[in-house]
């Protein structure tokens, strides 16, 4: 069975485990404090980070290589599209949202209130938690004129792209800093993406110390 060493918020590990989950691939999950540097971890990943892949006998790092990875070698169903353009585009769009929006929203509004407290590293910074909080609006309206073009964020299959993104949504969504109503497309696109059996065992992830929203875990909001 495949082994992954996780942070359950971690949207890059949420990826992971969308990706995994979707093409029936059994993982054993397992919670890896990676700021504490255990001598153990940092053998598996001198980089300090998550997640960290076990298949196949290999050891992974980097959830770009995972991914690409996991769709190599198990290429149904698919995640990336036949089209070497409209790969491009799923590639763009899953860097749109572990570069650009984890720098100008992930980090500012999850690092800030959940990460600092798991690590004991102080309070949030309120300037940071009001710069990610104004970020998320031009990602949210970025994303709805996406989804006006588009049945799903790459094109009119769901795709890599789609999980990236939720990744990062659904970590926020648990800290209730997604404003749904002011993005009704949007919402619809969580909707249908939440709604898939892939989803289920984010929705039932619990860290303490935090409670997240009534709908988080419902699969109706």
Not at 27 to 48: C, H, K, T
Not at 123 to 144: E, R, W
Not at 170 to 184: A, E, G, Q, R, T
Request: charge should be neutral; aromatic fraction near 10%.
């Amino acid at each position: 069975m495949a082994r992954l060493f996780h942070v359950p918020l971690s949207p890059y590990c949420r990826k992971i485990r969308l990706s995994l989950a979707e093409k029936k691939i059994e993982v054993e999950l397992i919670e890896e404090r990676y700021w504490e540097q255990d001598p153990d971890f940092m053998r598996r990943n001198p980089a300090g980070k998550v997640p960290v892949l076990r298949l196949d006998g290999i050891m992974m790092s980097e959830s770009s290589a995972i991914c690409e990875y996991i769709e190599e070698t198990r290429p149904e169903p698919s995640l990336l599209p036949s089209d070497p353009a409209q790969r491009l585009e799923v590639r763009r769009l899953v860097n749109w949202f572990d570069d650009k929006f984890h720098h100008e929203v992930t980090s500012k509004l999850l690092y800030e209130r959940v990460n600092k407290k798991m690590m004991k590293a102080g309070y949030p910074d309120s300037k940071n938690v009001k710069a990610g909080a104004k970020a998320i609006k031009f990602h949210l309206g970025y994303m709805t004129w996406l989804l006006d073009h588009r049945r799903w964020l790459a094109g009119d299959v769901m795709t890599l792209a789609d999980f990236a993104a939720a990744a990062h949504l659904s970590s926020l969504d648990y800290i209730s800093d997604v404003d749904w109503n002011s993005c009704p497309e949007v919402k619809d696109w969580y909707a249908k993406i939440k709604s898939r059996p892939a989803f289920r065992s984010l929705l039932a992830d619990q860290v303490p110390g935090f409670t997240p929203p009534r709908h988080y875990n419902n699969l109706d909001f």
